[in-house]
């Protein structure tokens, strides 16, 4: 009997997710599109996540299940491609969930618009709450309809969340648009998601929202040095994209746009170890493509409309001081919530310090 191929092929990265990982194959097996196949790829996990992936291994055999030493994310997710036997990929976290109807909507839309892309919003989910909040990253009045990134560059600033959407293969395999492969390393969804943005001709975006991004699982901040220069390494790669691409010169701008951003929330999010020394290596690439006229007025004038660039290019001592201070700020209001939390509104009056709750009541109109 000949195999009929499946209409999505679904990679799902573990590494020592067990607490998290039946919730996101189960939300896999619930999708209402049944015709897929599930890659998990297994990147050395310490776990019990092995045991899980064999136990609904042997559940549904939809879901293939690839074991490997730990070679890192970028690795993982080129097994998972390099293993899809569909025309189509999806992408889904192993501590996430998806929405049942999730794949059967993005495979009609991808399918109905023949596009390259179909792209989705999301949720921040925060289990331990119980709570969803919607992203509302993607702008409706650029949903449902098709989309030629070359005349819209300005949607190359959409957030990565590569697991919010679908490709076709043949895109991907054309375009040789792989992840990188550096072991350890983080942020490796941002030159693949470029990339794909790049070399699309049609797109088509929903703002609904199918998957629920959890956040509990999320360091808040990078201890490790190596870590803090990944990011780098992803902006180098689509420098070195454009470079072998000139007839994708339209995006360079934009590039250096999310990259100033980027850069901005990792100082951000980095460990107190390393600020310093990662702001001066970023002003000083920020510098050296203002002095080399690199940065386009258009550029300066969009950044300006958020940030000081002037004073980050021209007086650096002064804008780090403004960095280390709104980062002192923050984690003197993060302490004070530890010890002090009051919710005052027209239905409720609660007061908690050091997590016990003192008062809590409703209020009677």
């Known amino acids: 009997m000949q195999n009929i191929k499946s209409k999505i092929s679904i990679i799902v990265p573990v590494y020592n997710v067990e607490k998290y990982l039946k919730e996101c194959l189960d939300s896999l097996l619930s999708q209402t599109l049944k015709d897929i196949e599930i890659i998990c790829v297994n990147d050395g ?9 064999e136990e609904y291994k042997l559940k549904d055999k939809r879901i293939k299940v690839i074991h490997q030493q730990n070679h890192g994310y970028g690795y993982s997710m080129n097994v998972g491609i390099d293993n899809a036997t569909s025309d189509y990929i999806g ?35 925060y289990s331990l709450k119980n709570q969803l909040n919607q992203s509302n990253t993607i702008p409706k009045e650029d949903t449902f309809k098709i989309i030629d990134p070359k005349k819209r560059p300005d949607l190359l600033s959409l957030l990565p969340s590569i697991w919010s959407a679908v490709y076709k293969k043949e895109l991907l395999l054309k375009n040789n648009i792989r992840f990188l492969e550096t072991p350890g390393a983080s942020y490796q969804d941002t030159s693949f998601s470029k990339k794909v943005f790049m070399c699309a001709d049609k797109i088509v975006l929903t703002d609904k929202a199918y998957v629920y991004y959890r956040q509990d699982n999320e360091n808040s901040s990078i201890n490790s040095k190596s870590k803090v220069y990944y990011i780098v390494d992803e902006y180098k790669e689509l420098h070195s994209f454009l470079d072998s691409r000139p007839e994708f010169e339209v995006f360079r701008s934009y590039v250096y746009e999310i990259q100033f951003w980027a850069y ?102």
């Open 45 to 53: 996990s310490t776990d019990g996540s092995y045991q899980i992936l």
């Open 91 to 125: 992408i889904l976290e192993s501590d996430d969930v998806a929405r049942p109807e999730m794949f059967f909507e993005l495979y009609n839309f991808i399918t109905e618009y023949e596009c390259d892309l179909v792209k989705s919003d999301f949720y921040y989910y």
């Open 264 to 365: 901005l929330w990792n100082l951000d999010r980095i460990s107190d170890d390393f600020v310093t020394e990662f702001f001066n290596f970023i002003q000083k690439e920020f510098k050296d493509y203002y002095d080399n006229h690199l940065l386009s007025d258009d550029f300066i004038k969009r950044i300006n409309k958020k940030t000081r660039f002037d004073l980050f290019i021209h007086y650096p001592q002064k804008y780090l001081k403004r960095v280390i201070s709104k980062r002192k700020f923050k984690k003197w209001k993060t302490f004070r919530r530890k010890i002090l939390q009051v919710r005052l509104n027209r239905k409720e009056i609660k007061i908690k310090i050091f997590g016990k709750e003192l008062i809590s009541r409703q209020r009677h109109n």
